[in-house]
């Protein structure tokens, strides 16, 4: 009975460690999830489509980053991305959540600029698939993609696309600039050089 009760227990406890061991390993893929890939490659994934989802923070878009409000906490962006092959087009779409603060322009307070929506992207390998868009946004793959391994720049062109969302001129629909009263001292007139040359003139001894 005695071995029997350890037994027991020792089964016991390489299970649960076995179970522990499991949930690290699960957390660390999803950590790894999290980080959204800068490149991807259309070798390997262009025929049988990419799909990502995660949050990722703002100032990993250093160019966006370089022109938003620093006084303010930025969110983190809810992002689902995925590459498709559709009649031998590639589309790239992300689905974007969330919003951004800019400083306006006339006051320099925060104003929100709500990033949220869909941004699809067409990667045409020559013009003679323009006509099969009907209108869509394109962009070639030879000039975003030089390389000869085709890796496409996922992460640059979702910043392009959310830089171009963002207004040229950031104002408050109604702003009200905050206007500070100063006193002015009014100004001492300066003397006219042909008053005081007149006076002179009448100081000066007459010739006899």
Request: proline share 5%; glycine share 2%.
């Amino acid at each position: 009975m005695t071995n029997d009760f350890f037994l027991r227990k020792l089964e016991s406890i390489q299970q649960l460690f076995k179970n522990s061991m499991t949930h690290l390993s699960s957390n660390n893929s999803l950590n790894q999830k999290s980080q959204m890939p800068t490149n991807i490659l259309l070798e390997k994934w262009a025929d049988v489509g990419f799909v990502w989802s995660g949050q990722v923070a703002i100032c990993e878009f250093s160019r966006l980053y370089q022109v938003l409000d620093k006084t303010h906490t930025q969110p983190n962006l809810t992002i689902q991305l995925t590459l498709t092959k559709k009649e031998g087009i590639l589309w790239l779409s992300y689905d974007i959540q969330n919003h951004v603060q800019l400083a306006c322009q006339r006051c320099l307070l925060p104003i929100t600029v709500d990033l949220s929506g869909n941004y699809t992207l067409a990667i045409l390998y020559n013009e003679s698939q323009i006509a099969s868009i009907n209108d869509a946004e394109f962009v070639f793959l030879d000039e975003v993609c030089p390389d000869n391994r085709k890796t496409l720049p996922i992460k640059d062109l979702l910043e392009d696309e959310l830089l171009l969302r963002l207004p040229l001129s950031p104002r408050h629909e109604n702003c009200q600039l905050p206007i500070t009263l100063q006193s002015f001292e009014p100004e001492e007139k300066a003397d006219n050089p042909f008053l005081v040359l007149s006076q002179l003139k009448g100081q000066l001894p007459k010739k006899s």
